[in-house]
């Protein structure tokens, strides 16, 4: 980890970073449930006004708050001993759960609507919320099925990773404008007396969350994006260096990696060779997001 700590360019900013995005993020999350239980209805599942305040609570646990977490865990530089392959799994699950908290508040608004013959899918909110759904998943099946299970082959995974990684940048920013926009729509049709436009308590509360919830979307895109705080290439390329493997072929087998019985001269040659052809991988797959 210390070392991993020392090879970050900019570690101080990062960790400043971090911290603020962490402490945001849960600040968010503990936003939402103060409005559902000390504004709104609480939490219920009876086809009630507390049902449907599971939608903006799991939203923002999971479709905001957890997705945003799983962006940038390759970018943790305590991580960067851990292989590759585990580094996957964790951001496979991060996602998985973020994906499974989303279906969740879905069906809680719909069987809220239903229950009061609500119309479904009206509103600009409801269209761009159940697209980034719809995009999430799919995001997530290709990338197990692409990135985690061993079957793809590497030139494969190696063009449709920046794609990848666009793609899940996008579906989180995404999320956020839904966000804002559904906690706006459920003020506007939820205020009357005092109304939304007479600024009462719970207008000011709920505009503030969602000032949180651009803050820690600025904070993670932009953790995201930094070159110089992506897992360095040299973390996978150290186990090409005893194999002289594809990249993909060494995170299953990095325990070899201790064999001291090659020639020094071969290694040296066949790193090389790997790391190059390691490179055009590497360079985005280390900020992979889904």
Known sequence: AASGAGRMEGYGRFLALLVSALLVGFLSVVFSLVWVFHYREGLSWDGGPGEFNWHPVLIITGFVFIQGIAIIVYRLPW??????????????????????????????????????????????????????????????????????????????????????????????????????????????????????????????????????????????LWMASRSQWKRPPEMNAKVLQHLGATPEGTEAESTMADSTNADKSDLRINSEAARKQNLKFDETGQRSTM
């Open 79 to 220: 991580t960067w001993k851990c292989s590759k392959l585990l580094m996957k799994f964790i951001h496979a699950g991060l996602n998985t759960i973020a994906m499974i908290l989303a279906i969740v508040s879905m069906v809680a608004v719909f069987d809220f609507h239903n229950a009061r013959n609500i119309p479904n899918m009206y509103s600009l909110h409801s269209w761009i919320g159940l697209t980034a759904v719809i995009f999430y998943a799919l995001q997530l099946f290709l990338g197990v099925a692409v990135f985690l299970l061993p079957f793809a082959p590497v030139p494969l995974r190696a063009a449709l990773m920046p794609i990848h990684v666009y793609s899940g940048l996008t579906i989180f920013a995404t999320v956020i404008a839904a966000a804002l926009m559904g906690v706006t729509e459920k003020l506007i049709f939820s205020l009357k007396n005092p109304a939304y436009s007479a600024f009462p308590p719970e207008a000011t509360f709920v505009n503030c969350l969602g000032i949180l919830l651009v803050i820690f979307g600025a904070l993670i």
